[in-house]
């Protein structure tokens, strides 16, 4: 098997997956349930180390979804308590669900959405961003890395931009695609919240934290008990923290190797592509777009029937999202960046991780060249 669906859920680093987990509850006095809860304790301490910040501005939760939906529904939900007048959501057009979909329910809320466009590239469009800020904004949503096209956005300079219109907007940054991929650290004097998932960056699935700034005040969406600061009751997932704390010691550790060596993968695969006859198109053209997440158009060709040919070779690759894949639907991502309907219906997604090979890309490219060669024969057949 070929695995190019990283973005979806990453090969785990072996050492962050393959250990037994302490036994006590946390939130115990006794001797058992004191070495857990240092296990969580250290975790957080790490992560400030890592990602800046204190260890008392990170929380955990089960997924980046949960993440996304206690912030900006946490927020949202204390604003209303307040009868604040703050009431618009800025968020742009080519977040993830968990973002986009949770912003959209705010309105149903009654809060004002305001939708920022993207270029051709995927990249926000700054002087509508600016034009959109006033006195009545409340939070805004802009991802790190594009989880289907892989765009960087300069993420720093937007919600410095935010911050310098009026220091009191939540910025609110999904970063599961960014964090240990991409060099640039995130500006937390400028970003109030960020989240990122332990299993795209090598840990288990079902842990994910994310930081908050103290001014930031949210309504949990759960009742229970005082965990996470009361944030996010219920016992902590003891199991993912310790994994996401072995992932991120080899991010210390190696972090910077393995990103060399997923530029070589991606550099690979472009030269193979560039060197072939194959038509295709890098969808993020000239923007500055992560080593990890390709989005690629075959001119002409149906994406469906090349996900499946490349299945039954064995190779796992999606067309966009993973989270969307059941659906029918066209991307609003790639609508969002104004691609004609034949590029989109073309564009596959690649995704890899630091467990991929040179190899594995050399044999990827030959499959889509047999792919190519199947379709340009039957081309042939069909015309004579
Ligand atoms: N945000 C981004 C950028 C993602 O790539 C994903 C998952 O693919 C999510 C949010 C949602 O993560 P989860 O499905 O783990 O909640």
Redesign the pocket.
Known sequence: MIYFDN??SSMPHPNAVDFTSSLGNPSSYHQAGQVSCNVINQSRKLLGEVFGGEPDNYYFTS????S?NLIIQGYCRFLKQRESHRNEIIVSAIE?P?VYNTVEAMGRLGFKVHVLGVDSCGIIDFQALDSLLNNNTALVCI?GVN?ETGVIQPINDIFNLVKGKDNNIVTVC?A??YLTKVEESLDLSSIDCFFA?G??IGASKGIVFFYLDEHVTLMPLFIGGEQEGGLRPGTENLYGIESLTRALNEYIQFGHKHNLHVRQLKKRLLSQLNSSDINFRLNTQYAPSSDYVLSIAFIDRDAGQLVNFLARKGVCISRG???SSISNKSSRVLSAMQLERSVINSTIRVSFSYYNSLDEVDKFCEYIEAFHQVLLEQDVSVSM
């Open positions: 973005a979806a997924g980046a979804t949960e996304a993830h968990a991802m989880n999904d599961v695609q998932s299993h795209k999202s993973a989270c």
